[in-house]
Structures are given as C-alpha cells and as structure tokens.
C-alpha cells in the first residue's frame, strides 16, 4: 500500500513538472521592437519661436508589436530620479521653476488609429501609466483587428496597421521654465493580458 | 513515510503556484533630452538716431520733445532687467558753430521717460535728466542700485530685488515694449535748466552752451536678473 501511494505521487509530480516545461515552449510569446533613427531624441529650444510655437518631432520612434496566442496590453510613461520631473544635467539661470514630465507631450498612432489615446497626450510617470492598448483591469474585452483598441495576437509584418505604432512628440515649454539641460527616459511595456 | 507525503505535496503546490508568474511581458526605452537655452532679445524698432534741431527762438525757449522717440521690445525666457546710461559724460561737440559758449554740454542735458512704470528706486518714469556714464555707476556693464532701469531692479528676486517675467513682447505688450519720449530744453541762453548737472562742472565757467553740432550715444542694456 505504501508503494502504491509513492508512487502515485512520484507520477503525480512527473506530470506536475512536464506542465511547466510545456509551458515555457508553449506558443505564447510577445515579442516588442523599437526603431528610430537615433535612441534619443533631443529638443533645442534656442529661439523664441521655438518657445512660443514648441517643437514637434514626428515619427520619432517607431514600435513594432509582435505577439502569439495572447491578448495584450501596452502602457507607456516616464522614468525619472525624481518622480513627476524631469532629470536635470544642468541649469543656466535662477529663475523659473523645474519641468514636469507631463510638459513631453506623445502621440502614438497607426493606420487602423487602434490607440486608446488619440491626438498628443501629455506623458505621466510609469507609476501611473497611459495605456495604448488595454487597460489596468486583466482580463480586457478581446479586439481583433482594425478595430480601435486591437488586442488580440498578431504582429507588424502581417498587420502593420493594427501593430505597427509611431510615435511623435511634441514640447511647448512656454516661459516659465528654468533655463537647463533636461532628460527623461520613456518605458514602453508590452505585457500579456492576464 | 509522512514527511515524504509532506515534501512531495509541498513541490506540487510550489509546482503549480509558479504558473502565476508566467505572465509575458517585454520592455523598450527611450531617451528625450530638452535643452532650455537662455534667451534675451532687446529689439528696437525704430530709427536709432534721434535728432534734435534748435533753429528758432521758440524752440530754445521751449525745448523739443520727441514722443515715442526710440521704441523697444523685449522677448526673454528668463526673468529679465532692462537699465539705461550716457556712454561717455557729456556729449561729443562734431562741429561748432561760434567762438563763445560752453562746449562742454554733460550727458543730464537730455531728459527722458518711459512708458512702462519701474519699480526701482532710481528710475525714469518721468521726464528725468539721463544719467551720464560716471553717474549711472555702470561699470564695464554692470549697474549698481543708483543706475537708471526701465524694468526690473538691482539684486535678484531671491535676494530682493525685483525683475520682468519671461515673456515676449507680442504677448506682453504693457510690460515688454517700452515707449521712449526725450526732451532737450536749452532755453535762452542755453542753460538747460533742467539739468542735474551744471555746464560749467568741467571748470568751464560759461554757463550756456556753445552753438554747434552735438551727439550722444545712449545704450539700453537687457540683462538676466540681477
């Protein structure tokens, strides 16, 4: 009796552990690219103009979203030291108070217009996310593509409307802000819709 | 034979919890730099040369005065102060026209004012004598309290002193164009009474000016708050 009830749990494991194995080869991936002529875009305010009008860099980034057998969400925000602002490399006068991040403004688009958020949007910190694609709540609705909020497995090279996202930016600093060197670091997440 | 149960069963719970995990996910990042230059634009928009001539009695008598003589305007990004000074003493006789008189005629012989009012303790928002290069205190470009400003003031704001907002002019018509009005008075003879300083404070005991051809060169100075 003893044996009979090893072994039951030795083949109950066996089994327990081949799940997990299969698992990890099984078909669901979500694979994420990003291209642009350069990592980091950068802003020259150097004239009036540019702080009376901003400056707007279309097609700064392109995303290329490539996912198998799942739904999926994608949220994007900003990284900092010091959350809400940007990062400082240095200043050239006192006067003027220090930027928000939320003075980047982003736009993410593609043929299918399958954003969430359309039009420029002004970017918020990664601890509270914009969602491209999706939403906090898991699991979301399923949309297949071309419709707006496309969720649903796919990828750039066989659906570059719904899957293919690019991205311009835009800032209009105005004058309230201290003359400086400034920097953020964008995060886009690509993540399983569980 | 019950602590193999118990370990066998704590792998399978261990075994199953795991598959909570095995949420997918990727990540890409991004680096926006903005560089925010410092930016102070003075611009005048009219003539720079204003010009005086005194051909009748009434004129002496009266004085000339010339509205909206020299216009200016400032675009900033940074918070901004705006000073005016004669940059020499007196002004440069070109040409004289007769052999007496004083030809020596100081920098405070022009009164100016400006449209926009200052809060500085020395100022121009009235028709006031301009302060000759010695006087205004402005050394290698750099004014003191007892300097004449248009806008703003000696000292920074932290440290008390005031200053003009960041701003353009095509925004901020009220605070960032300045409308310039000069007055020369000689009267007869001419003395320009209403000099600050006296004719004769070279050592040159005639006490009106020397007929002839005059310029003085007047500088407006946009600076970061100071």
Known sequence: ?194 | MKKLVFLFALVAIIATSQKSYAQLSDQEYNYVTMDLRGILNLTMTTNPQVDFVFKTIQEYRQGITRFNATKLEVDATLAWDLFVYANSDSWSQVEAYSTNGNSYLPAEVLEIESSVTSTAPVNINSFTSLLGLTNSTVAAGVPTAATQFLAGQFGTISGGGSAFAPGTAADNPTTHKFRIDMRLKPSIPATFPNSTVLLTANGNNEAYAQAGYYYLEVVYSLVEDL
């Open chain 1, 1 to 194: 009796m003893k044996y009979f009830f090893l072994t039951i749990l030795i083949s109950l494991n066996i089994f327990l552990f081949s799940m997990i194995g299969t698992s990890k080869v099984s078909a669901q991936t979500v694979e994420f690219g990003i291209t642009s002529l350069s990592s980091t875009i950068s802003f020259d305010f150097n004239t009036i103009e540019n702080y009376r009008t901003g400056i707007i860099k279309y097609n700064a980034f392109e995303l290329l979203v490539d996912v198998t057998g799942s739904q999926w969400d994608l949220y994007v925000g900003a990284t900092t030291t010091s959350t809400g602002y940007l990062d400082v490399t240095s200043t050239y006068s006192t006067s003027g108070v220090l930027p928000p991040v939320s003075i980047l403004q982003m736009q993410v688009r593609n043929a299918n217009n399958t954003s969430l958020v359309s039009g420029f949007s002004p970017i918020t910190d990664i601890a509270t996310p914009t969602y491209l694609i999706g939403s906090a709540a898991a699991p979301d609705l399923s949309v297949s593509c071309p419709n707006n909020g496309t969720n649903t497995a796919g990828n750039y090279l066989s659906s570059p409307g719904c899957y293919k996202f690019n991205v311009d930016l835009k800032i209009n600093p105005g004058f309230t802000y201290k003359s400086g060197l400034y920097s953020l670091r964008i995060d886009y997440i690509l993540i399983q819709d569980l």
